[in-house]
């Protein structure tokens, strides 16, 4: 019973969550969907911390869906050989993945350790740092340390079918029985920062100022006082 609420319940549930939530924020809720920027309070910890988080969750975020949604046999039919995949995969995902927990951890420290920071902070938005600090550490620790102590383990005869099943409505709890604890973790907490992402300062990912380029210019004009 466990296992179907963690791997079939808990994991529709966050989807589920994650798009009524951001429909009925965007439509209730406009005037909050920003993050509140404290650039002017402290700027050295914010650019290093934002320009590595930033440099190296793209690859991540990427490196995931080719992992998890993209079959193994596709891979191969590409050209992308076990071999050349593990590469990737372990060696240059771990460098990105680095730079994606140094990154966090400097934003996360700088929010805790700066007084005028954490003034600025609600509750959610420390509780997402340090969620997405554990996220982004315990995925380095699966990668680095669980792959290697259980190298007999493939997380894409596991997780990732169950999670291509969890998506076409077909999910399967027992493709999950076998993943090693770190694993699960990550999986799961990956799920519930899903969930609470539309309530939180996260939603400014999708406010991309696609129309800066197209937009017309602002003007300017001098009023001369009488």
Known sequence: MMDQFLWVIFPYLAIATFIIGHIFR?????????????????QKQL?????????????????????LLIP???LAAAG????????????????FGIMTLVGMFLLTYRRLSKPSVLKLSSAS???????????????????LVTNTTTPDFDYRATISVWLRGLLTLRPDAA???TVPFTFKLHVLFGFAI??????TRLVHVWSVPLNYGTRSYILYRKHSAR
């Open 125 to 143: 938005d420390i509780i997402v740092n340090l969620m997405l600090l554990f996220i982004v550490f315990i995925g380095c620790y699966a990668t």
């Open 80 to 95: 992308i050989n076990d071999h050349l995949y593990h590469l990737g995969a372990v060696y240059i995902g771990s460098i």
């Open 26 to 42: 965007y439509r209730y809720d406009q005037f909050h969907w920003t993050a509140k920027s404290s650039e002017f309070i402290e």
């Open 47 to 67: 650019k290093w911390g934002s320009l590595l988080f930033h440099l190296g969750v793209i690859p991540v975020f990427f490196g995931h869906v080719v992992g």
């Open 72 to 74: 193994a046999p596709w």
């Open 194 to 199: 899903f969930m609470m992402w539309p309530f």
């Open 175 to 177: 493709l999950m029985e």
